[in-house]
């Protein structure tokens, strides 16, 4: 196997996990799971706000998996991980907690730099 195919599959691997981790949050939301509605209560979101949510999330997350709205559905789920930044900040978490969205961030636009060169060339060329 060349190089090429390895970063190719390593980068459907990458935005593989990221789906299921994206997708296995949205089913808790969407469920109105105890943890998933205690999660976002503690960080002051009503509970009637965990199902949609749980609704945005999916949608990004499905977006995000199909090759013709890879970069909408992306473009989604950055301004999601921007709000968790947010609610962690105002929330005085840990700077680890509070940081953790901008580095998922950055692994979901480079699974789609790996194989796009439009996007590597805006993100990952110095």
Known sequence: MNNTKLILWLSYGLQAIIVAILLMGAVMNLTNNEEAVKGAMNLGYPRESVFYLGLILIISAILY????????????????????????????????????????????????????????ALFFEI
């Open 65 to 120: 998996a199909i090759p013709k709205t890879t970069i909408l559905g992306a473009i989604l789920i950055t301004a999601w991980l921007g709000g968790a930044v947010a609610t962690h900040l105002i929330h005085k978490d840990p700077v680890f907690i509070s940081f953790f969205p901008v580095v998922f961030g950055f692994l979901v636009w480079l699974s789609i730099g790996l194989r796009n060169d439009k996007i590597k």
